[in-house]
């Protein structure tokens, strides 16, 4: 029997052995706690154990209230929904061909990626859900499914007899899903990356057709719109994200690829997009994305791009300044960047701390592999620190993980997480709770179309004392084949918001001052009709400092370098103006190739950026490739073959 001296003294050898080894992410405090055994034990009819791949969070029984669709592979789609009674998730897409939500369960189709949002301007979300049965790339054997409230009931558009007639019903393999307001009309398009095999499965893009369509009498006639508006490309489509990405508000499109370049869809105003992620710095053409997101997290403003390349290395490409060029650079650390094999990516503000967290699902596949997660905090005159945290219990290293989603389901001001598995092994969903800081404020901002549903792709911008504007997009589809609450969520530590601005896809927007009383709230915010013209607010719009009211009554960067006098001492005279500030710096002239430091005390070589791996040689998807060439050309991809990897 070992004494408890041995103990301790084992207990001292150990911590001799190991602490210093122990790295920042294992000292800090564990982030998440699991709650799947209280919140959604695992059961036949709520959480089965089966393959799960995507999770969409939207208002499915039109209640106000956030339900989680959960995609079933081999077994029914979930939707689960908050009982406040019981504090627990239940799955009300119950077996019973009585209820309403019957048709949602869809035993038949394999299902991978999910989406919502309003496609028919009725003010109530629609439901997207890829099905790729007996398919990994090309024609699927099943269609994907649109399912609509109606009659009563969820009932699939797609099998309508209007839209068999148009031929319109996706049947191809493809992966993520999302929704894009391409013409600021308040009705949404469903972009759909399919996995192509040579000249079959492009992208296709799905909205309805107002001209053939009769909302009177029910008839929503849909159309196949990738080819006029410019995205009907072919590759093999993995993740995208939805947003004013390099457009002020109009919403574009990215993909992360697999076997080819990524896409960067500007939109151009006009419903079309062109693809300029070649001039962008984010074609990534060696490297196979997976999970996807768009956040701000150096608070310029402008939307940064974060993604998994599976097994290779991930990107957070930072946009840069220049108003006119968009170009991106990757600021991933070597422990961000990592390679892993990567499934769904979440940036949020888990702790409500004010600076951003990115989670990365990695799948267990060919032995174990833990989900990560990492702070990536602003810093004033420089590229964002990255450090890694402690995820606690949601490293879940032996979870096959493929989809995931953050949504407050119990409605106390801190996210939640749900992580789906499937792939290679049923397992049951698990459910996170976040532990640290709840003592911080937050402020939840929920944006409406002008029909009243969820404004997918609206950008939402809070104004704070201390800590600058902060940006977020509402979801229209991110990670890896899901879509996160349709929610601007922000965690503001001990700061205060002081101003809230909304910017619609059609480029309606408004801006108005928070009330104290409105911290830690839940705001909705309805589409600006025109005539409520602009009250005088009661309490006058505070931007922060480094920011000032324009004419519009929008917070903007005041250019601190043109006031007289000068804001810079005499010793560091030269002024430029920055995002919320400005530098001051000595009047140092410096050689061609040159450029002074951020002092002025020395010159150094002017720093090109890279934004990821030069593009020129590679090898293109074209209508006209052929893909049993690729196949020959590209050994990895038969090893994905057999594995089945979706
Ligand atoms: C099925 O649903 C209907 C209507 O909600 C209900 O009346 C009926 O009892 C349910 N059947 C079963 C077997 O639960
Ligand atoms: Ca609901
Ligand atoms: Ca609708
Ligand atoms: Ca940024
Ligand atoms: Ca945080």
Redesign the pocket.
Known sequence: MITSATQQGMMVLWMCVFLPVLSASQRSEPMFSVVTGTMLPPDYDNNPTQLNYGVAVTDVDDDGELEMFVAGYNGPNLVLKYDKQNKRLVNIAVDNRSSPFYALRDRQGNAIGVTACDIDGDGREEIYVLNTNNAFSGRATYSDKLFKFRNGRFEDLLNDDINEHRDVANRMAGRSVACVDRKGTGRYAIYIANYASGNVAPHALIEMDEAASDLSKGVIALSNVADQAGVNKFTGGRGVVVGPIINQYLSDVFCDNEYGPNFLFKNNGDGTFTDVAQQAGVEDPMQHGRGVTLA???R?G???IVYGNWNGPHRLY??LGSSRKHRFKDIASQKFSMPSPVRTVIAADFDNDNELEVFFNNIAYRGSSSNRLFRVSRREHGDPQIEELNVGEAAEPEGRGTGAAVTDFDGDGRLDLLVSHGESAAQPLSIYKVNQGSRNSWLRVIPRTQFGAYARGAKVVVYTKRSGPHTRVIDGGSGYLCEMEPVAHFGLGKDTATNVEVYWPDGKSIARPLEASEINTVLEILYPTGDEEEETPEIEIECGNGFALNENGRCTDEDECTQFPSVCPTDRPVCTNTYGSYKCRANKRCSQGFEPNDDGSACVAQVAYFGGTQSSGVRRWSGLSLWPLSLSLLPGLSSHLQTGLL
Do not use: G, S, V
Request: glycine share 0%; net charge negative.
């Open positions: 701000d997290f150096n310029d402008k939307m940064d930072l946009q």
